[in-house]
């Protein structure tokens, strides 16, 4: 990032989000939940 660039606010979606950076690459990976009012399949 720019010297004098923010990183973006927190945003709580109920996942688990998680990035890595590495030489040559970078890794973005993320989990969900299905769910339909009230029931939350797992």
Known sequence: MEPDMQPPAEL???????????????VLASDQRATMGFLIAN
Not at 12 to 26: N, P, R, Y
């Open 12 to 26: 709580k979606t109920g996942t688990t989000t998680v990035g890595m950076i590495a030489k040559d690459c970078v």
